[in-house]
């Protein structure tokens, strides 16, 4: 399996965000999504790994009129995996969660994960009571990640995507700022 | 009140928990995220019955600063409810409130101090505060119950007006001993 291009399919993506707004998990999935395009209504997590989705819970829970896309890895999601039953108990109806599945810790050194041997996130999710799941592993398939904006929430998919070589593209850095431009952007500041 | 098959807890909660309550609501707390424990029993009910406030029942305690850190970039306030155990799962998820400089406000239902039946519960218990101080959190002891309500209004008002992380640690001498006698 060679799997897609991340950055492609997250610039493809964000490119029909709207007036969405976006998580991002700790590490590639943030560099990917600066990459596609600063804005204000992306929050950029660089720690606080397994805390992607609860963070975009919360927004989802905050702000129910706009729609959330949390965007994060495998490793990342496997580590905060009880969240997805908290978000299907919740039922956040504007929640869309992808994660961009390589297989393996790739901002560590490219470490093999679980999902390259047994582990199917989807499975999980739907496991974990979250009703509206799918994977993609072609471009020809990528359409489908539409529902991520589309589909009564929450939605939960996996994009099988190759652990390729980009360059790094890091987003600022410091939370407080981070934070407060993302209030004030929502008008919330 | 019971606690079917663990034993029971000596229903010490009424007055603290209804004045927790009233603080929360006045305040615009409108969720509570938890992973529920004995001495938070009659509190948790409370916020299940009203149609205005939320109750976030969590996997682990962690899950709750990152769920907070998400009410607060979308302008809504919240707070964790936990037992002392659960500061220990925090610990890693608190760097968030240090970094984005965010209100954080929890309630904690002490174990493993006074007259503790259960050993497996000191550790942490002792060590709680010690490690939500080590990530900067301000902490407010209160072991005598009509001073709960003071003391939680107190740290909802620190936490939210001054953007920082705060916890209320509730005593076991306040919350009464958890007995396993049948
Ligand atoms: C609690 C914790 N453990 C370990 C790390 C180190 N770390 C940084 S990113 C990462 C995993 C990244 O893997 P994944 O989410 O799959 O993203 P990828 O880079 O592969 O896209 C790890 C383990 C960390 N930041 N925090």
């Given amino acids: 399996m060679n799997g897609l291009d991340r950055r492609e399919l997250i610039s493809e993506l964000l490119a029909r965000r709207g007036d969405a707004l976006v998580v991002t998990g700790l590490g590639s999935p943030s560099w990917d999504c600066f990459a596609a395009g600063d804005s204000a209504a992306t929050f950029y997590l660089w720690g606080a790994m397994g805390l992607a989705v609860p963070t975009a819970l919360g927004l989802a829970l905050a702000q129910p009129e706009r729609r959330v896309l949390c965007v994060t890895g495998d490793g990342e999601m496997m580590m905060g995996i009880g969240s997805l039953a908290v978000v299907a108990a919740q039922q956040p109806a504007n929640l869309g969660i992808l994660v961009l599945d390589n297989g393996h810790f790739g901002e560590t050194g490219r470490q093999e994960g679980m999902t390259s041997a047994r582990t199917d996130l989807a499975a999980m999710a739907a496991g974990a009571g979250i009703a509206t799941t799918l994977t993609v592993s072609e471009p020809s398939e990528m359409a489908q990640l539409a529902a991520l904006y589309d589909a009564p929430g929450p939605v939960f998919a996996v994009a099988k995507v190759a652990l390729g070589d980009h360059p790094l593209t890091l987003p600022e850095r410091d939370g407080a700022t981070l934070s407060r431009r993302f209030r004030a952007g929502l008008g919330v500041a | ?182």
Avoid: H, Y
Wanted: glycine share 12%; hydrophobic share 45%.
């Fill in chain 2, 1 to 182: 009140m019971a606690e079917t098959g663990t034993g029971t807890i000596t229903d010490a909660g009424t007055d603290w928990s209804d004045e927790v309550f009233a603080a929360m609501r006045a305040r615009g707390i409108g969720t509570v995220a938890t992973v529920p424990d004995g001495g938070l029993t009659r509190l948790l009910n409370l916020c299940a019955a009203d149609n205005a406030t939320r109750l976030v029942t969590l996997t682990t305690e962690e899950e709750g600063i990152g769920l907070l850190a998400g009410l607060w970039l979308g302008g809504k306030r919240g707070m964790l409810a936990m037992q002392s155990s659960g500061t220990g799962n925090c610990i890693n998820a608190l760097s968030l409130c240090a970094t984005l400089k965010m209100p954080c406000l929890m309630l904690v239902t002490m174990r493993g101090q006074w007259g503790e039946f259960n050993p497996w519960q000191v550790p942490m218990g002792q060590g709680a505060r010690a490690a939500m101080e080590a990530m900067g959190v301000i902490c407010f002891d209160v072991d005598e119950r009509p001073r709960i309500g003071e003391t939680f209004a107190a740290a909802a008002d620190l936490a939210f007006d001054s953007s920082v992380a705060v916890a209320v640690m509730i005593g076991q001498r306040a919350i009464g001993t958890k007995s396993f006698a049948k």
